[in-house]
């Protein structure tokens, strides 16, 4: 029996459409690099590669501590910028497929790997303040994925009492590792977002599923 749902947003729940990868383009160019810039491509690429992880960290990988914490800033405000502009949309299905799953008596915790003003931004624009039973980010956690810190977080918080009971479900690889670390019976890719059906099978997803709307039926 599974009594909680951690799901990921960007990708998973939200509808990305490019926003990450805008918002990259504007941070990195706070710290000087172009999109002209001979770096900017491989920077690029591992922004792609590590979806789903939390974004300081992407930029610790990338850019020295203090060109980094800039990034970071200017990443959170991009996004925001573009989240208040009304480029924020559910994915389609997952808002109904949140209630039906917390009509069925399974809790439901929202993660992402964004900073807490971004998370939030997003909550407001949908309209999604009660739509889930708790909202985390790294920093509420302590690591960000693939660590299984929000999932273990989100079972502490929310009372269950056995983390076979849990179902893990986002767009990245990552997403996957952090379920699987976690002890979660189920961690599930969704095709949704940034990850093929061959990258959740290589980092063993227990199930692949078409998106997070089917996530339901799955559970019943």
Request: hydrophobic fraction near 50%; proline fraction near 4%; include cysteine.
């Amino acid at each position: 029996m599974i009594s909680l749902a951690v799901l990921d947003m960007a990708g998973t729940t939200v509808a990305d459409d490019g926003l990450v990868e805008r918002a990259f383009t504007e941070a990195i160019g706070a710290v000087g690099v172009s999109c002209t810039d001979d770096r900017f491509p491989a920077m690029l690429d591992h922004v792609r590669r590590t979806m789903g992880q939390s974004k300081i960290v992407v930029f610790r990988a990338l850019l020295p501590e203090t060109e980094a914490q800039q990034a970071n800033r200017a990443f959170e405000a991009a996004y925001g910028r573009l989240v208040e502009a009304g480029h924020c949309s559910s994915v389609p299905g997952a808002e109904q497929a949140i209630k039906d799953l917390r009509a069925a008596g399974v809790k439901v915790a929202l993660t992402t790997g964004f900073a807490r003003p971004t998370q939030d931004a997003i909550i407001a624009a949908l309209g999604w303040h009660d739509l889930a039973d708790i909202a985390l980010t790294p920093a509420d956690a302590g690591r960000g994925r693939p660590f299984p810190d929000m999932v273990l977080t989100a079972v502490l918080r929310l009372g269950i009492d056995d983390v076979r009971e849990v179902a893990v479900v986002g767009d990245t690889p990552s997403d996957v590792v952090s379920g699987l670390r976690a002890g979660a019976s189920i961690a599930a890719g969704v095709l949704t977002g940034a990850s093929t059906r061959a990258e959740f099978e290589a980092v063993r997803a227990t199930h692949v599923l078409e998106s997070v709307r089917d996530l339901p039926a799955l559970l019943s």
